[in-house]
């Protein structure tokens, strides 16, 4: 008896789907091929495997016999395809990922590092974007998935996951000591020269709104590319900036500020499309960052 395989591969998904036409859609085969790979099964092993009706195929007592055991056969093999095909996406694939300067620091480096300790062969393209463009780069397709600051502007297009809540405080350098040591009001500060994001980021826009809750303007005097360039200004007494708390703990040569109102709490997380299934190699490094959520 010389009976392939693929025979009982349709053998199995006809007698789980119980409709020929649901098989061939699944299999991508003509429903006249698997009329004849199961006639031809049934001629080998000399027996009915299934009774045909208008309401489908109902396996007979001899198919339900065989099927006991081709299910267990077809599905450890299929569980054993996804096993090695996800090995090998796991040890050469490629993963582009779009952050902003805040969310790359306080979150994703060190989910990289441990990425990179369990898959060294995937090849990680990360790319440095403000909130809005690392959003337009997941919306075109040109990165897997981004990890960015809010706030963010939510579309039905999009997934949002929400990974952690981050604090953001005030901080100056010496030559404004008299800051220091006791509570600052908004409205004291705002006479100090202030430094910030340029005015087409969200972080720019995110505390323009927080001064006019209290009736006051925003205007920075020096406006930074990225994030990481506020901390050494501040260092250099350029004027009084807002960072994350992760930046400023343990940050020589400059004094946090007691601001009387709470700087805004912002959140770290991860944009997807919702229509778009990344690789494997994508999937297992958004799965390290979200966690259990």
Do not use: W
């Not at 809540?165 to 040591?181: H, V």
């Not at 990225?226 to 901390?231: F, G, H, R, S, V």
Request: net charge neutral.
């Amino acid at each position: 008896m010389n009976i392939s395989y693929d025979a009982y591969r349709v053998f199995y998904y006809v007698a789980k789907y119980k409709n020929l036409s649901r098989t061939a859609k699944v299999l991508m085969a003509s429903q006249p091929n698997l009329t004849r790979t199961i006639k031809n099964l049934e001629n080998e092993l000399g027996c009915t495997l299934f009774i045909r009706s208008n309401r489908g195929m109902t396996l007979t007592d001899e198919g339900e016999r065989l099927y006991s055991h081709v299910r267990i056969a077809v599905e450890q093999l299929e569980a054993g395809e996804a096993e090695v095909a996800l090995s090998q996406g796991l040890q050469n694939g490629m993963v582009a990922v779009g952050c902003s300067e805040i969310a790359l620091h306080c979150c994703l480096l060190p989910k990289l590092k441990q990425y990179r300790a369990q898959y060294p062969g995937v090849h990680l393209y990360i790319s440095n974007y403000s909130t809005p463009q690392a959003i337009a780069a997941v919306r075109e397709g040109t990165v897997d998935f981004a990890v960015v600051t809010t706030p963010t502007l939510r579309t039905a297009q999009l997934r949002q996951i929400k990974i952690r809540g981050i604090r953001e405080t005030a901080i100056c350098g010496g030559s404004f000591a008299e800051l220091g040591g006791r509570r600052v009001t908004l409205r004291e500060l705002q006479k100090y020269p202030m430094i910030s994001l340029g005015s087409k980021t969200k972080t720019f826009e995110l505390y323009t709104d927080f001064f006019a809750e209290h009736g006051l303007v925003f205007a920075p005097v020096i406006e930074a590319a990225t994030a990481d360039q506020i901390l050494p200004m501040v260092r250099s007494d350029l004027g009084i900036g807002f960072v994350p708390e992760e930046f400023a703990q343990g940050a020589e040569d400059i004094i946090i500020l007691d601001l009387e109102e709470d700087p805004p709490l912002r959140e770290i997380c991860l944009i997807k499309q919702r229509s778009r299934s990344p690789g494997i190699a994508a999937r297992e490094l958004e799965r390290l960052i979200v966690g259990n959520i």
